[in-house]
């Protein structure tokens, strides 16, 4: 009828969002576990449209590019600027193991990695767990690995919640969504961030991401 009902649990969160519709939109409670309620409102909105995912997050003025140094499960520290990625085209993944929409991200970069990598793609997760020490953080990533069969590099950014992507990437001007992609070209210039990711369930919006990802990484590996 006339009521709304939206949940979901992922191993970590559960939400629920429930609302009744009214004649200029929604109005309903939403509860983050059994600790957390809050009234919402929504309003209908005919002519609202989103906004381009690819420019809601940039490089800032007085940066060259994206820089980083990050250690990896080996404890070797990792960068942009190593001999493994000179000359070739990177993804940069900005991702946690906790993240449902990293996760179908993920399996989509591994096979993007297995096909392209041999023409001179590399692509790099840059992982900011939420756990009390690295030693777990590295554990987490290590069963994302197993489960998605990802062969990429996987750094980690930061261990805990208090670890924020945004202060350990200060050339980027926010980071609004888990996970964000950032696409580098041969010459080490950011072609393209992606904030969120448009996930199988999302249809004809996943089709052309893909289309349209496919076609930008296959154009900087032919340059």
């Not at 140094?69 to 900005?94: C, M, T, W, Y």
């Not at 993920?106 to 001179?120: F, H, I, P, V």
């Not at 010459?187 to 969120?196: E, M, Y």
Request: proline content about 3%; some cysteine.
């Amino acid at each position: 009828g006339k009521k709304l009902l939206l949940s979901t649990f992922d191993g970590s969160h559960a939400f629920l969002f429930e609302a009744e519709q009214t004649d200029s939109g929604l109005v309903g409670l939403f509860y983050s576990g059994t600790h957390w309620k809050e009234r919402w409102v929504a309003q209908k909105n005919d002519s609202v449209e989103l906004r381009n995912p690819n420019e809601l997050t940039f490089i800032k003025e007085g940066y060259a590019g994206l820089e980083f140094r990050f250690p990896n499960a080996n404890g070797d520290s990792v960068s942009l600027a190593d001999k493994q990625f000179e000359n070739k085209a990177v993804i940069v993944q900005i991702m946690g193991s906790w993240c449902p929409n990293c996760l179908d991200e993920t399996k989509y970069l591994s096979a993007l990695y297995d096909k392209y990598n041999k023409e001179g793609l590399e692509v790099i997760a840059l992982a900011f767990e939420r756990t009390r020490t690295e030693e777990k953080a590295f554990e987490n990533l290590a069963k994302l690995k197993d489960k998605t069969g990802a062969n990429y590099t996987f750094l980690l950014g930061g261990a805990t919640r208090e670890d924020k992507a945004a202060e350990k990437l200060p050339m980027l001007n926010h980071i609004m969504s888990y996970p964000t992609a950032i696409f580098i070209d041969k010459t080490k210039k950011v072609r393209r961030i992606h904030t969120g990711f448009y996930g199988p369930s999302t249809g004809k919006f996943y089709t052309d991401f893909v289309a349209e990802t496919d076609g930008l990484v296959k154009e900087m590996l032919s340059e």
